[in-house]
């Protein structure tokens, strides 16, 4: 009917990388997602989706981090959870 609504909604994040270069650009975009209110934030729902994907593109275009990550297991360095499914 070409009017807005309070029901439903669109999540969204554009990541690069690497950020100097970029080499990849993806936007993930999710259309009236089945969240949690507190989930209602693309950084939150989408953000991670963008990760996941980021990662394995990275890899099959073989880019260097440009700066050193974290060891595993510290504040800030990401943990592989048993439900990523995009191997």
């Known amino acids: 009917n070409g009017r807005m ?14 950020a100097e270069d970029p080499a990849f ?18 950084g939150k729902s989408a ?6 994907i980021a990662e394995k593109a990275a890899r099959y275009l073989n880019l260097e981090p440009t700066e050193p990550l974290p060891p595993a297991g510290a504040k800030g ?9 995009l191997d």
């Open 47 to 52: 953000a991670p989706v963008f990760a996941r």
């Open 25 to 42: 650009v993806l936007l993930v975009l999710l259309d009236e997602p089945q969240v949690e209110h507190d989930m209602n934030y693309g």
């Open 5 to 18: 609504s309070h029901e439903k909604y669109v999540l969204s994040f554009v990541g690069f990388l690497p």
């Open 77 to 85: 360095a990401k943990e592989k959870s048993s439900g990523d499914t």
